[in-house]
C-alpha cells in the first residue's frame, strides 16, 4: 500500500476518533466538547466570568455566551450578579452541573495530553514537527484552532451537530 494512503488512513482515522468521542459524550450525557470543557473549568472553585472562560478555553466572547446560554437553560451554570458592580457577572456550577462533571468522562485532549507526556521530550518534538508539516501540506497553518480537539460537523448526529455549528456561530 502506498505511503500517502497510509498517511491519508491515519489522518482519518484521527477525525474519527475525535467524532466517535463526541457522538459518545452527545448521545449519553447531552453535552458538546466545549460545553464539557467550560463546565470543567467552572468546577475548579474559583470565580469566573465569562471574559476569563473565553480566555482561558481559546474562544471567543460570542462563542463562550452562547455555550453558557445552553448551560443556563438545562440548569448546569447559574450567572450571579455582583451586588456592588452590577456589570460584573460570574459564573458558578449548579449540582446538576457539579453532577454532569462527575459524570462525564475526560475529555478527549486530556486523555491524549496525558499520553503525550509519558512520551520522552525527543518524541514530542518529532510528533509537533511532524503535524506542523503535515498542517503545512493541508494549507491549514492560516486556520485559527483553539487546543480542543472537537470536530465540526463530520458526520454527527444532526443534534450535536447543529449544537456544534451554533456554537462556533454564537
Do not use: W
Not at 464539557?36 to 466572547?61: D, F, H, W
Not at 492560516?142 to 465540526?152: R, W
Not at 443534534?159 to 451554533?166: L, N, Q, S, T
Request: one cysteine or more; hydrophobic letters at 40%.
Amino acid at each position: 500500500m502506498p505511503i500517502e494512503e497510509n498517511i491519508l488512513r491515519s489522518i482519518r482515522r484521527i477525525i474519527r476518533a475525535t467524532d466517535l468521542h463526541s457522538r459518545r459524550l452527545a448521545s449519553e450525557h447531552q453535552l458538546t466538547t466545549p460545553q464539557l470543557l467550560c463546565l470543567r473549568l467552572l468546577a475548579q472553585e474559583r470565580t469566573l466570568t465569562p471574559g476569563t472562560v473565553a480566555k482561558e478555553m481559546y474562544l471567543s466572547q460570542a462563542t463562550v455566551t452562547g455555550i453558557l446560554d445552553r448551560l443556563e437553560k438545562r440548569g448546569l451554570v447559574e450567572r450571579r450578579r455582583d451586588q456592588t458592580d452590577r456589570r460584573k457577572v460570574s459564573l458558578h456550577l449548579t449540582d446538576e452541573g457539579r453532577k454532569a462533571v462527575e459524570q462525564a468522562p475526560l475529555p478527549l485532549q486530556e486523555r491524549f495530553a496525558s499520553r503525550l507526556e509519558a512520551l520522552s521530550d525527543k518524541e514530542r518534538d518529532e510528533i509537533d514537527r511532524v503535524l506542523a508539516k503535515v498542517v503545512d501540506l493541508m494549507e491549514a497553518h492560516e486556520m485559527d484552532a483553539a487546543p480542543l480537539i472537537a470536530p465540526g460537523d463530520l458526520g454527527a448526529p444532526a443534534k450535536a451537530a447543529r449544537e456544534v455549528i451554533d456554537e462556533k456561530s454564537s
